[in-house]
């Protein structure tokens, strides 16, 4: 949901925790120039996060250049998996950039086939080619090219429809886009695919949760099982951090076997430990024909990948499936030495333990206030609902307001996602402390208790 933030400084509570500090007016006063030439020279649509300069970040924690630290819950945007600025993915992007390598194309470079081998290494069987790209959007688009070529190839070209979820967020180019589940999101695009269709999320929502669902919406869209390129779905669904149930997920494994549609996991989000395993579809007990990642990959500098079964990525002949920046060495170096962490430090296993305190604390604060209307996600990534008590209605209203508050207290936060823009997602570097949690989920209680006190009394259980 589209907000901007005031940039008039206002007085706000110093603190001081041992991870936290906030000694300054926020927005910082001395920030408002770079505010103002951000906002004079960047489009208005740049206008959507709180106005944190950053300065620095490492590990768990942003600093501004004014004495202030917050505890992150960003990870910038899910990208900080193995911490911010860790001096090893630093040390390999130095050592890569005075190399002297700093760019090659599609030419071959060792750095570039020892990245692919560490994750075919990394992923299970099938999926064991791997073609590196930049952002995860273009990760999406290169997976519908790979189902609609797919779907031509074993069942002609009536077989190109591209089945994806309501709600689903899969990047902002055309067909990505096209993609996605948010129909305001598509309202530029004037024309859309027809051969592009969202079926309800089996989220235990209104829309339902079971396999028949799936079939049943495929049936009112008139869709034959038939002539199904692929389906693609957010491991978890970004807006919300809901998972699918397993057996929905194994039996849409089933299903796209059956069809010879290819099923594709957008791991953008959940990869690279997010979710307290290596890979967020281990939790469904499946393996996907295509896993896209980007994001948490390099945690910093950008680069992206498609991964898949031999048969499927080679469906393209010499020369016709590249980019620009495929491969960058720099940030090829980048991604070894984060993956090289993710998998050494196993935080994957730290994800799931102070995960499960996270989801602890949280439960807790959506057991005291009927505010919070649910609690979704695994490992180091939550989705809390804010909700109008009573109504249930998301209260994006609120959801703004805790953002700002939690960031004037010490923890960065995005603004809120999902439906309605009531969706706080939690979603910090996975090097994050039990301790480091403690504190930053005793500030979104403050946050809740001040905000509720400012409600009307009906507002109140
Ligand atoms: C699940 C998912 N897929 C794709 C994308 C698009 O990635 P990018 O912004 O790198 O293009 C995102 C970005 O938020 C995402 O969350």
């Known amino acids: 949901m589209a907000r901007e933030y005031n940039l008039t400084p206002k007085p706000v509570a110093r603190v001081e925790t041992p991870f936290r500090r906030i000694a300054t007016d926020f927005p910082v006063p001395q920030s408002i120039p770079i505010l103002e030439k ?48 860790r001096p090893e993915i630093a040390e390999a ?10 760019t090659n194309y599609c030419f071959p470079s060792e750095i570039r086939s020892r990245l692919v081998e560490r994750l075919a290494g990394l992923l299970p069987q099938p999926l064991k080619k791997v073609f590196l790209l930049t952002t995860g959007s273009e990760t999406v688009e290169c997976a519908i090219k790979l189902c609609r070529t797919y779907g031509a190839r074993v069942g002609g070209r009536a077989k190109h429809v591209i089945v994806s979820y309501e709600k689903a967020f899969h990047g902002r180019t055309l067909g990505s886009q096209q993609a996605g589940g948010i129909p305001a999101l598509k309202e530029w695009m004037v024309n ?90 281990e939790h469904y007990g499946i393996v996907p024909d295509l896993a896209l990642f980007g994001k948490g990959m390099s945690s910093s500098l950008p680069i992206a990948a498609v991964a898949g079964r031999p048969d499927v990525m080679d469906l393209h002949p010499a020369g016709s499936m590249t980019s620009t920046h495929t491969g960058n060495p720099v940030c090829c170096a980048a991604a070894l030495a984060s993956i090289d962490l993710v998998v050494g430090e196993d935080l994957a296993g730290n994800s799931r333990r102070v995960g499960a305190l996270l989801h602890q604390r949280l439960q807790a604060l959506e057991a005291r206030f009927p505010h919070i209307g649910g609690v979704a996600g695994k490992g180091l990534v939550a989705g809390v609902a804010c909700v109008v008590p009573g109504a249930r209605e998301p209260d994006g209203d ?43 989920v005793s500030a979104l209680e403050e946050a809740l208790a001040e905000a509720v006190a400012r409600r009307p009394a009906a507002a109140h259980r």
């Not at 699918?244 to 059956?258: C, D, H, I, V």
């Not at 805790?402 to 706080?424: D, N, Q, R, Y």
Request: hydrophobic share 40%; net charge negative; charged share 15%.
């Open 192 to 281: 859309l695919d027809p051969g592009f269709v969202q079926v309800p999320f089996p989220d235990g929502g209104r829309s339902g949760s079971t396999f028949e669902d799936f079939e049943r919406a495929l049936a009112e869209h008139n869709v034959e099982p038939r002539n199904v390129a692929g389906v693609i779905l957010e491991t978890y669904q970004g807006g919300t951090a809901a998972f699918a149930p397993p057996e929905y997920m194994q039996a849409l494994r089933q299903w796209s076997t059956g069809h010879n549609a290819l099923l594709v996991c957008d791991e953008v989000q959940a990869g690279f430990g997010r979710t307290g395993t290596l890979w967020g579809f």
């Open 93 to 102: 992007i130095a050592r890569q950039a005075s190399a002297r390598l700093l």
């Open 398 to 440: 609120l959801a703004g307001e805790l953002v700002e508050t939690c960031v004037e207290k010490g923890v960065l936060m995005f603004s809120p996602v999902g439906p309605g823009g009531a969706t706080l997602k939690i979603s910090p570097p996975l090097v994050i402390t039990e301790a480091a949690i403690l504190d930053s």
């Open 38 to 85: 951000l906002q004079a020279y960047e489009p208005v649509a740049m206008r959507g996060q709180p106005p944190v300069v950053w300065d620095r970040a490492e590990g768990f924690q942003v600093y501004d250049a004014w004495g202030n630290r917050w505890i992150d819950w960003s990870s910038g945007v899910l990208i900080a998996n193995a911490g911010h600025g």
